[in-house]
């Protein structure tokens, strides 16, 4: 089989080799579980996650104990929204979130809503943005937590986080923010942040899958959401993941190597990629805004076609309308919907996500591709 050219970067990364490298021996010979305090084999594979924890931290700029290791962001939210909740009854059980978050944090707070906890959606401007008055017009005595997205996984659009989290203190209000998209793309401080809890996953900075991380800062109360051996400081039990861990670690150090190299190498490329299906297909547009924006990102619009119709004959790449993580439903896309697109135009839209293994040929052939295609189907 002939692959197509990978631009869903967004949906996941493929492994970097060099984290495969690295997570091997914790397979083999360094099997050991890093809470057997008896032995060597448990020393081996505590030591491994120390120093993952570290490299995290760094390319956080976290303290290491605020780093507690999960099975991905998604549990990572459930476990920074109920955790808190559960923690803080006493504070008030009112949450505001924004309309194009992921599934992750909408659901948990449809489930918490059930529960009896009262949720303000935000809905964001056509550029999919909103701003810090906007949520602090939504603060009322009762509100507990603040959960908005560091970056939207479909149009890469970047809220004001710093404004938000300044505004959250300033009423006395937790901010979480799944960063899970802006990790390892662009640069984030925890430190000097206002920010209480940090989601993010692996497997959108290539490293693997069913490994991510809740940072939390350390006045922050939370109630675990999983009971055992109280790993994790308390946060999370269960056994850990050593070679999963020890992937996302490494993962991490790349990241934080080559940040700025590669997020200007791979802002060429998304611009490349964009400025050629805009000058040469006038129906196309762009989604959200281009100011504040991932450097890998581009959602666009190709009005008067059938997305479905125009993923199928994009043959050659491997791209998405956006819906990956809720890829049971064919639903139109509920970011762009948030966005004001009709149904339609929400339908008509692709995303594209490039990341570190992109080359200019691949974007020169999809250019080519795209245009060739979407003139055959008009
Ligand atoms: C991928 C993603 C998640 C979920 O990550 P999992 O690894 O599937 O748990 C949450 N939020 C955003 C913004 C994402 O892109």
Redesign the pocket.
């Known amino acids: 089989m002939n692959y197509p050219a990978y631009f869903d970067y ?3 990364t493929p492994v970097d080799p060099v984290v495969l490298e690295s997570m091997l021996p914790y397979f083999g010979l360094h099997f050991g579980n890093a809470a057997s305090r008896t032995h060597v084999f448990g020393a081996k594979a505590e030591e491994a996650v120390d120093k993952a924890r570290k490299q995290l931290a760094r390319l956080l700029d976290a303290d290491p104990k605020e780093v507690a290791f999960t ?7 459930n476990l920074g929204l109920k955790g808190v909740w559960e923690a803080n009854r006493q504070r008030g059980n009112h949450f505001i979130t924004i309309a194009t ?2 599934k ?2 909408l659901d948990t707070c449809e489930h918490m809503a059930r529960q009896g906890a009262e949720i303000t959606c935000l809905r964001p401007d056509s550029d999919g943005l909103i701003t810090a008055d906007q949520v602090e017009r939504a603060i009322k005595p009762t509100t507990l937590l603040i959960s908005v ?1 560091a ?3 479909e149009t890469g659009v970047l809220q004001p986080i710093q404004a938000i989290g300044e505004v959250a203190h300033k009423h006395g209000v937790l901010f979480h923010t ?1 960063a ?2 802006a990790v390892g793309k662009i640069p984030l401080s925890f430190a000097s942040s206002p920010i209480d809890l940090l ?1 993010l ?4 900075f290539y490293g693997p ?2 490994v ?1 991380a809740l940072v939390v800062r350390k006045s922050t109360m939370l109630t675990a959401q999983q009971d055992g051996g109280r790993h994790e400081r308390g946060r999370r039990s269960g056994t850990l993941n050593v070679p999963g861990i020890v992937g996302i670690g490494e993962a991490a150090r790349l990241c934080q190597l080559q940040l700025t190299n590669e997020a200007s190498r791979i802002s060429a490329l998304r611009d490349q990629l964009e400025a050629g299906i805009l000058a040469q297909l006038p129906n196309a547009t762009v989604n959200g805004s281009r100011q504040f924006r991932l450097p890998n990102t581009t959602n666009i619009c190709f009005a008067g076609l059938d997305g479905e119709l125009l993923l199928l004959s994009l043959n050659e790449l491997a791209v998405s309308n956006g819906s990956a ?1 809720t890829s049971a439903s064919t639903d139109p896309s509920h970011v762009l919907k948030a966005m004001g697109l009709s149904d339609d135009l929400a339908y008509s839209s692709l995303r594209f996500s490039l990341g570190r293994f992109t080359t200019e040929a691949e974007v020169e052939a999809a250019i080519r591709h795209i245009v060739s295609v979407v003139n055959r189907l008009h």
């Open positions: 967004n949906a996941t099975s991905g962001a998604t549990e990572s939210i978050e992921h992750a944090v997205m970056a939207n996984n799944d899970t998209q989601s996953s692996g497997h959108k899958k069913g991510g993580c």
